[in-house]
């Protein structure tokens, strides 16, 4: 007798195999999502973090990015002398940290100048800052971008890319 089909057995192997991809595929690809919304909301945190301690230290808080080493450092720049409020992480400051991006998000770039915001002791943009808005922009390794928007006044929203990222609301 000649067999011209599948059997269900078959079949059954089949759709349990598609579904097992499926699922690894779908748990990757939300993965992904997920690890730039936390490194946008943790940035977002920091940055927070940073004004507080400003106002609380009296000092000028400064957030330095680094586009091409995926890092930002976060430091008070609260040296004694011509160290304090200098803009530069001196061994006399507070150190508050160098954040890494995750291995699937890159830090894509900023619209800052010398990618280097600060905050007043008054938590406002520092006057060093032109005023304006600036954008630090993130992007996945399944093209979805994200960002973090800072105003002049010092307030922060989160932003979205469109049209791989030429696009930013």
């Known amino acids: 007798m000649k067999n011209d089909g599948y059997s269900l057995v078959e079949l059954m192997i089949v759709v349990a195999i598609i579904g097992i991809l499926s699922t690894y595929a779908v748990f990757n690809y939300s993965a992904s999502g997920a690890r730039l919304n936390g490194t946008v909301r943790e940035l977002f945190g920091n940055m927070q973090k940073l004004r507080m301690e400003a106002i609380r230290g009296n000092a000028t808080g400064v957030v330095i990015f680094n586009p091409g080493a995926d890092t930002y450092t976060v430091f008070l ?58 954008d630090v922009k993130f992007k996945n390794d399944q093209d979805k971008y994200l960002g973090v928007r800072m105003s002049a006044a010092g307030g ?13 609301q």
């Open 156 to 168: 922060l929203r989160v932003i979205e890319g469109t049209n791989n990222g030429t696009v930013w």
């Open 77 to 134: 720049d609260d040296g004694p002398g011509a160290a304090g409020g200098n803009w530069a992480l001196d061994a006399s400051d507070t150190f508050l940290g160098v954040i890494s991006m995750p291995s699937s998000v890159d830090l894509l770039s900023t619209t800052i100048p010398a990618n280097t915001y600060g905050y007043s002791s008054q938590g406002i943009t520092h006057s060093a800052i032109a005023v304006g808005n600036y």
